[in-house]
Nanobody, 123 residues
């Protein structure tokens, strides 16, 4: 069964850091691109970053430039989202998703989704 499982969320103070993990089971990361998304209460789900099969990254959100980075460990079949200099507006449920192609432009082109992990940035 193909699954994506996110972990690493939690409560962090403004200016702090978190690293989220997205572990794939039932398939390998060679499937294609893995993207990170987030959804805050009352808002639409938005793209954050995507990493392609070759390791190239695509930034979906200007608000995270210079603060968030995406990486992958093929041996562990896991993709990471390193989040630094966190702000209260980064509070959201973070999801990872897989697309059987290069980083898509459209959220609807992702095939598989995880259940999400909550990130709360608050003092």
């Amino acid at each position: 069964q193909l699954r994506l499982v996110e972990s690493g969320g939690g409560l962090v103070q403004p200016g702090g850091s978190l690293r989220l993990s997205c572990a794939a089971t039932g398939f390998t990361l060679d499937y294609g691109a893995i993207g990170w998304f987030r959804q805050a209460p009352g808002k639409e789900r938005e793209g954050v970053l995507c990493i392609s099969r070759s390791g190239g990254s695509t930034n979906y959100a200007d608000s995270v430039k210079g603060r968030f980075t995406i990486s992958r460990d093929n041996a562990k079949n896991t993709v990471y989202l390193q989040m630094n200099s966190l702000k209260p507006e980064d509070t959201a449920v973070y999801y990872c998703a897989a697309a059987g192609r290069a980083c898509p432009r459209n959220i609807y082109e992702y095939d598989y989704w995880g259940q999400g992990t909550q990130v709360t940035v608050s003092s």
